[in-house]
């Protein structure tokens, strides 16, 4: 597996990485570990937990991580009653982070990425308990999850040495490619795309109905809305034809169109070690009118 350079920093991801959406609620350890080990062993060395609020992190305390591994992890956003609520205070993201180290019982996590633009704190504030971390050596790097242009470059001017932005990217969200991914360029920070399959969207399996274990049945809150529109089968649909014409899977297509992109890193999230393995085994180049095609059926408003 290829590896990239994170912007202009020294970090170093690999294209694919590995999110943890489901582990501690539809992955259990046994899966987990599987998923791990079979990820590693391919060159991958990126792990994405996807909220502070994840059992995600519980769980990883219980895994053998290989050290080659490089773990981001997300503060910012706590539960109040049924409601999340975003903080970047001082001793938000002190306490959160030190919360995570013992819950997944590391003495440092390598990339911590800022779940939310708040807009209540001084950046100055922020900034601060950044440089307490990364002083005492807790974190290695700073990212910035679902941060605007205009967002990431007041972030980068109070200080914060951000190295990432972390903004869902795939054919169905195209919308960084508009703001944030222009800003990030000129910032010299690199880009990393959560959700490269469209939330899963993108293999194909909602065409005819929801299947009964997939996210749109089973997370109804909300989270699949919008992947699963007129537009977005319209996409998909799309994209299916475009790997029947060329006998691969529909996801082959989806990674190869992501690959197109450049971004630093692309994030999966499957749940059993055959979606991984199809997913490592992706390596579709599609030719430039291909390319052009998805990017026509997909352009972003």
């Known amino acids: 597996m290829h590896v990239h350079r994170v912007g202009t920093s020294g970090l170093e991801l690999s294209e694919l990485g590995l999110g943890t959406f489901d582990w501690g609620s539809r992955v259990e350890a046994e899966t987990a570990q599987q998923l791990l080990d079979s990820y590693s062993e391919a060159g991958g060395t990126t792990l994405e937990l996807p909220s502070f609020a994840s059992p995600a992190a519980d ?10 591994v490089t773990v981001c992890a997300r503060v910012g956003v706590a539960q109040r009653g049924d409601e999340p609520v975003l903080s970047l205070s001082r001793q938000q993201v002190l306490r959160q982070t030190r919360q995570l180290m013992q819950r997944m019982r590391r003495d440092h996590i390598e ?14 504030e922020t900034a601060s308990a950044l440089e307490t971390l990364l002083s005492a050596g807790d974190i290695d790097y700073v990212a910035c999850a679902y941060h605007s242009g205009w967002q990431l470059a007041a972030v980068a001017g109070a200080g914060i040495p951000v190295v990432a932005a972390f903004n869902e990217h795939s054919l169905l969200e195209r919308s960084a490619e508009t703001d944030v991914a222009p800003a990030a360029d000129y910032l010299g920070i690199g880009m990393v795309a959560g959700a490269a399959l469209g939330r899963g ?22 989270y699949m809305q919008g992947y699963l529109s007129d537009d977005a089968q319209r996409i998909v649909a799309g994209v299916s034809k475009a790997a029947s014409s060329l006998e691969i899977a529909p996801v082959d297509v989806a990674l190869a169109w992501m690959r197109s992109q450049a971004p630093a890193c692309s994030l999966i999230s499957p749940r059993t070690t055959d ?25 972003p408003s």
């Open 111 to 124: 990339v911590l990425v800022l779940d939310g633009f708040d807009v209540t704190t001084p950046l100055e």
């Open 201 to 222: 969207v993108l293999s194909g399996q909602y065409a005819r109905a929801v299947p009964a274990d997939s996210r749109a049945a089973v997370h109804r809150d909300g």
């Open 59 to 68: 769980l990883l305390g219980k895994l053998t991580v290989s050290p080659e």
């Open 275 to 299: 979606q991984l393995t199809q997913l490592l085994n992706s390596d579709a180049e599609l030719q430039p009118e291909i390319l052009q095609v998805l990017d026509q059926i997909s352009e």
